[in-house]
């Protein structure tokens, strides 16, 4: 993975001083999961660029249980994107190398840290699971000119179609520390996972690294939900010191800590955690609308807009009164094209039946709510 930053300004060399790396050396660093190299393939007087490369060790990955989730000895530990994209572990390079620039200091040219300069940087590859308008709703607030490039996920077979993945380059008249910042708070929030344990420390890095600008980004929360991956306890802490000094009316606030304790208090139905999940993934990935599909006519099929699928997400078969008729409904669309479907829990209970197996049917659960 590979990380450049680009200054055009004049002497443009002053990027060596501001990010204390020299532009002559080729200089490289041990980090838990193996080695980044910066170097600078440009360093004149009009411009000059320092790169960031990163050399993941997939295996050491593994052995030091920095992989993905899961146990040791699945696939997805050794089949995996972690060495070849921009992810979190681009932004613990970014502190480790660069961390004198990330926190504003330069010995060498102390003026210029918070002075605006014309950079350019450019990330690739970088996941961003949420599509390319996802990285407009995050960068451009903050000032940047964005351009993407998305790319299949393997050229040899273009019928997989489009991956997640883009060369991302942003650009913009800012100082070289707030955008260090930016990048090293946003680029785990575009990949929507870390390969490290989310404790109460990553609230004080995200709330160190987003001063002076998290707090007034228009997608603040959706920002904090995928930094903190979701875990609530640590959002509400977070998204409540940032807004911590924002005014309220007193009448609403009262009824707000009502809302609040009413719903700590009421049981959590397994359906609720459902739908708020699902709730949560639309919003991140920029769904525009959620369309309720029903069918009178009798021949089960719905014909979806052009260009477009239904996603059927699971649990067809539960204990509503009209399950005969939503499987229709589901075969009928999957089979003319118009959608797709993922077989829930339920759904698997019923075809291990048909086939003649046992299965246990159980009984409707209540979840206590945790804090």
């Known amino acids: 993975m590979l990380l450049t930053i680009t200054n055009s300004e004049p002497p443009a060399t002053d990027l060596g001083y501001l990010l204390h790396k020299n532009p002559a050396r080729v200089q490289s660093f041990e980090l838990p999961f193996g080695k980044a190299h910066v170097f600078y393939p440009e360093a004149t007087n009009d411009r000059c660029t320092a790169a960031l490369l990163l050399d993941i060790d997939p295996v050491g990955l593994v052995r030091t249980k920095r992989g993905p989730a899961g146990e040791g000895g699945t696939l997805e530990q050794y089949v995996n994107d972690r060495p070849y994209v921009a992810s979190s572990f681009m932004s613990v390079a970014i502190s480790r190398v660069f961390g004198s620039a990330l926190a504003g200091n330069s010995k060498g040219r102390a003026e210029l840290v918070d002075v605006p300069l014309p950079l350019v940087a450019r990330i690739a590859v970088l996941p961003c699971r949420g599509g390319e308008e996802l990285l407009h709703r995050l960068f451009e607030p903050l000032g940047y000119t964005v351009s993407a490039q998305h790319h299949p996920l393997d050229e040899k077979f273009p019928e997989w179609g489009e991956g997640p993945y883009y060369t991302v380059e942003i650009s913009g008249n800012v100082a070289l520390h707030d955008l260090l910042m930016h ?63 924002e005014s309220l009316d007193p009448d609403a606030e009262q009824e707000t800590k009502e809302e609040q304790e ?51 997400l699971g649990d067809l078969v539960d204990r509503g009164p009209k399950i005969v008729e939503v499987l229709r409904l589901a075969m009928g669309m999957v089979q003319a094209g118009t959608a797709m479907c993922i077989p829930g829990n339920h759904d698997m209970k019923l075809l291990q039946k048909r086939r003649g197996k046992d299965v246990k049917i159980a009984r409707p659960r209540r979840f206590a709510r945790t804090a």
């Open 183 to 245: 990048l090293y708070v946003l680029i785990p929030v575009l990949d929507a996972d870390k390969h490290y344990w989310i404790g109460k420390d990553e609230v004080e890095k995200l709330l160190r690294h987003g001063e002076g600008w998290l707090q007034a980004h228009p997608e603040r929360e959706a920002i904090v939900n995928r930094y903190l991956r979701g875990f609530r306890k640590l959002m509400r802490d977070a998204l409540a010191r940032l807004t911590e000094g």
């Open 262 to 312: 009413q719903a700590i208090e009421a049981p959590l139905r397994l359906h609720d955690v459902r739908l708020s999940q699902v709730a949560a993934e639309l919003k991140a990935c920029g769904a525009k609308r959620v369309l309720a599909v029903e069918n009178e006519s009798g021949d089960h099929r719905v014909a979806a807009p052009e260009g477009r699928k239904a996603v059927f």
